[in-house]
């Protein structure tokens, strides 16, 4: 069984391209107690901040 973070819990999350399509909350973190789920466009400027949580996701370049 995978281990599911907290919802909702950080302030800022750094996320990759692996991670896209991003949603807040996470896919690794329980819907049942966070916000509804949303999608976020971060490859527009490289960061968006969710409009429920307040979180901010920072899209981070992957090491080549």
Known sequence: MT???PAC???VYQV???DLPLSCPLPD?????AHPRVYL???DKGEVRCPYCGAL???KD???
Request: proline fraction near 9%; hydrophobic fraction near 35%.
């Open 3 to 5: 281990e599911q973070r």
């Open 9 to 11: 819990t950080e302030q």
């Open 16 to 18: 990759t391209h692996k």
């Open 29 to 33: 973190m329980p819907a049942w107690n």
């Open 41 to 43: 466009p971060v490859e």
């Open 57 to 59: 996701f920072v899209l």
């Open 62 to 64: 992957e090491a080549s």
